[in-house]
């Protein structure tokens, strides 16, 4: 039974919007297609018909155009939704990659891991639920909508627009229609694409995309008696006998062979039909994001100028625009009781609360509970955390979903200089304290390895964002670096090294590390091709050696690759004692980058590397060179001190998905190993690199050319791809 207080000021709430609205009023019902990346185009339909009072009595959207139609009902503006696109919040969220800034400094290299990934669960092999992840999505959604929930008490006919939302449960065979309960849960119901989206299972259904069972769900809408139902269409699917284009392309045969088929148009019982030309855009294009909403907003302006007639000849009259504020704010400051549940997981919620230091209550601010949800997530134990409001709207709830008992995920690189490269990573949690065993594995052309790591507990002091933790580990790790490739002049041969550690991590917030090692190494350099004649490797290099390494840095993230604002900051010393003679390398990193005005951004770097010849295996500096010299001719600068200036400026090219990016570098060198260099050592050598990267949901494609001023490396040109697995 509800709570009294809550029934009755829904009562009052209906009673409100009818008097505004006038009893006598028409209803005008608006129905949105899906339509993946293609649905962003529903935002432009919106901002047309908000500038000539279309009026919108009710919003039926299945998939993407349940997204729009479902924030725009749950008070969020048109401004808003069109700031998440520009700034890459609807792509992120679709495609389940977070932000840098999102992630804890530890846990920045996994970024383009990927979703894909087997796993053991209850003693058998799981996959991924689906290819992408939904974790961002369950997060954003209820930070979007959670005020509109307590302000509607949970009824979607009480919404700043009442509004419907179209599933499809796969055990019945049928459409399922949300008209009550959480709308992020509505939501993420009905953009569930199959295999891509894990489907949502409650009460014995298996709920997938709306659009399985209804393309344009105009019939969920005559179910509401509407007056008048203007339909839109912003999906175009594939040409019969046309050619598939590219992943995109495949990935949208896929979704219209999974959803309903059949053309919208054909769709009948709406009074007014138009479609968005999306043609030029596939399901997954969510870089063409603003274009999508410019087609949008064309084809709305048009639709409006004559609907104003249609809709005046019917006695429906034009309305202006309704304040959202009751159902923006309901939640402001509101001081919320904190609860953790288990979903699939035997754990004590108050552990968890204990080691985290989570309040018993806090204040409903969209940073704030951000920035908890993602401290969770830091612990590395689960794999989801669904917030959601308590029917009472006294508290939150996160609900914990634990990861597999065993996951394995991967990355592939493709170079044209460098070969392929394969990289996996496993982890087993070994506690509910933190603890975790990793396992990455490196096969390549040009560098491999494997690495074990056990992380046997981590500790948490209070504060927001992790302010402070320790992770104390055991690490194990041989790799090998082969300069030696048919093809190319080599510097050296194969390179061994091996190395037993153990270390503990500082944690000192959320953009901030520092680690200390100890333990034995042991290194193999090869032969130095035309080395210069007064070097030598020290005996001791195929002895094992003692060793001591201190790590600090800052990584200081504001917005996503390739668009950098911010800056980092690292320094490591290493201490090696080899009979008795302690050597000592230093290497210190700076990073300053920032957006420019017209979609230009810059970065400018130093690296300084100052030690001796003891260990130039793996501690001596790299140059920071353009990615065809380093990769084809191995191009290291091995000396005792090094200096890297470097000046990277990049710029959108058409979209925001392709850019093209500039990069100088200079470094300067004092007793250098490669008599290759002699000519340089007074000056210092210059490289420039060109290149123009595409960004895709499953990685990055670069080419460009690398020239440089050494004579046998003048220039090259090379290519580059990276898949997430």
Not at 22 to 36: D, N
Not at 171 to 196: D, H, T, W, Y
Not at 384 to 391: E, H
Not at 392 to 418: A, C, F, H, M, Q
Request: with cysteine.
């Amino acid at each position: 039974m509800l709570n009294s207080k809550y029934l009755f000021r829904s009562i009052i709430s209906t009673i409100l919007f009818l008097t505004a609205q006038g009893s006598a009023q028409h209803k005008v019902a608006l129905v949105l297609s899906g339509g993946g990346a293609q649905g962003m185009a529903h935002i432009g339909v919106f901002k047309a018909f908000e500038e000539y009072n279309i009026p919108i009595d009710l919003i039926v959207g299945s998939s993407a155009g349940a997204l729009v139609g479902g924030l725009y009902a749950s008070g969020v503006t048109v401004a808003e939704m069109e700031e998440m696109v520009l700034e890459g919040t609807i792509e992120h969220l679709f495609i389940g990659r977070p932000q840098s800034a999102d992630l804890p400094i530890w846990k920045r290299d996994e970024l383009y891991m990927g979703n894909l990934s087997l796993g053991i669960a209850n003693r058998q092999i799981v996959g991924s639920p689906g290819l992408l992840d939904d974790k961002l999505i369950w997060k954003e959604l209820f930070l979007r909508t959670a005020a509109a929930d307590y302000q509607a008490n949970w009824n979607f006919d009480s919404l700043y627009v009442p509004f419907r939302a179209v599933a499809s449960d796969l055990r019945k065979q049928e459409p399922v229609v949300f008209s009550s309960g959480p709308i992020a849960n509505a939501l993420r119901s009905s953009m569930s694409i199959p295999m891509i989206y894990s489907p949502i299972q409650t009460e014995g259904q298996i709920l997938v995309d709306g659009g399985v069972y209804v393309k344009l769900p105009v019939e969920i809408a005559l179910n509401e008696n509407p007056d008048f139902i203007i339909a839109v269409s912003a999906e175009d699917a594939p040409e019969e006998n046309g050619d598939i284009l590219g992943l995109g392309g495949m990935f949208e045969e896929i979704n219209s062979s999974i959803l309903a088929s059949g053309d919208s148009s054909k769709v009948r019982g709406w009074d007014y039909f138009f479609r968005v030309p999306t043609g030029a855009h596939h399901v997954l294009d969510f870089p063409a994001g603003e274009a999508l909403m410019d087609a949008g907003y064309a084809a709305g302006k048009e639709a409006a100028q004559e609907l104003v007639e249609i809709l005046a000849g019917k006695g429906i009259e034009k309305r202006e625009i309704r304040n959202r504020n009751a159902y923006r704010g309901a939640l402001l400051e509101k001081k919320l009781a904190l609860t953790l549940e288990s979903k699939g997981a035997n754990f004590d919620p108050d552990l968890i609360c204990r080691k985290l230091k989570m309040p018993d209550s806090i204040r409903f601010d969209q940073k704030q509970l951000e920035d908890l949800i993602n401290d969770v997530y830091a612990t590395d134990i689960y794999q989801a955390v669904i917030p959601t409001l308590d029917r009472d709207g006294k508290g939150i709830i996160l609900t914990l979903e634990e990861k597999p008992d065993i996951r394995t995920r991967g990355r592939v690189n493709i170079s044209s200089t460098g070969g392929m490269t394969l990289f996996t990573r496993t982890d087993k949690p070994i506690s509910r304290f933190g603890g975790l065993v990793q396992f990455d594995a490196t096969f390549g052309n040009v560098a491999g390895g494997v690495e074990l790591s056990i992380y046997p507990v981590s500790y948490h002091k209070a504060g927001t964002r992790l302010p402070f933790s320790i992770r104390p580990a055991i690490e194990a790790r041989t790799s090998y670096h082969n300069y030696d490739l048919p093809g190319s002049k080599p510097l050296a041969d194969r390179i061994h090294s091996h190395e037993l550690s153990v270390h503990s991590a500082t944690i000192g917030g959320w953009n901030r590390q520092m680690i200390i090692y100890g333990g034995v190494r042991r290194d193999d350099p090869g032969q130095i091709i035309d080395a210069n004649t007064d070097f030598s490797f020290p005996e001791q290099f195929d002895k094992a050696m003692p060793f001591a390494r201190f790590i600090y840095k800052e990584d200081h993230i504001n917005r996503d690759n390739p668009t950098l604002e911010g800056w980092k900051i690292g320094f490591q010393s290493d201490w090696i004692w080899q009979d008795a003679v302690i050597s000592n390398q230093n290497h210190l990193w700076t990073t300053v980058g920032g957006d420019l005005a017209l979609g230009w951004a810059i970065n400018g770097a130093v690296e300084y590397y100052d030690g001796n010849k003891s260990l130039p295996v793996s501690m001596l500096g790299q140059v920071a060179s353009p990615n065809a010299l380093g990769e084809k001719y191995y191009m290291y600068l091995w000396a005792d001190q090094v200096l890297n200036v470097s000046l990277q400026t990049s710029h959108t090219i058409i979209r925001d998905d392709i850019r093209g990016e500039f990069t100088i570098i200079h470094s300067r060198f004092n007793n250098q190993i490669w008599s290759g260099l002699d000519p340089y050592l007074d000056n210092g050598l210059s490289a420039i690199d060109i290149s123009v990267n595409y960004l895709t949901i499953v990685g990055k494609l670069s080419v460009g050319w690398s020239f440089s001023e050494l004579e046998s490396y003048k220039g090259t040109s090379w290519a580059q791809m990276g898949i997430t697995l």
